[in-house]
């Protein structure tokens, strides 16, 4: 997760992000990251440059995961209009 949130701010149309935790009551850490990006467009592209770093530095995510049992969920959310 680090590795990603400092790999992303140096990405074109990377406005910010949070991470935030909690331990849930069977004991498992909950964490959950939000990165904000100018468009949608910016996203995109850099959902490839993180593929591309992770095949750069032989990265399997997927293998990672597994090992660890940690499930992830991805999601795009729009702003909320006031």
Do not use: H
């Not at 910010?16 to 009551?25: F, L, Q, V, W």
């Not at 990006?37 to 995109?44: D, M, P, R, T």
Request: some cysteine.
């Amino acid at each position: 997760m680090n590795f990603n949130r400092d790999f992303i701010k140096n990405l074109p149309g990377f406005l910010g992000d949070a991470a935030y935790e909690r331990i849930d009551e069977n004991g498992n850490m909950i964490c959950i990251t939000i990165a904000n990006w100018e468009s949608e467009e910016a996203l995109n592209q850099a959902k490839l440059k993180v593929q591309a770093e992770y095949q750069r530095i032989d990265f399997n995510p997927a293998e990672l995961l597994s090992r660890l049992n940690i499930t992830m969920v991805r999601a795009v959310f729009q702003p909320v209009a006031n």
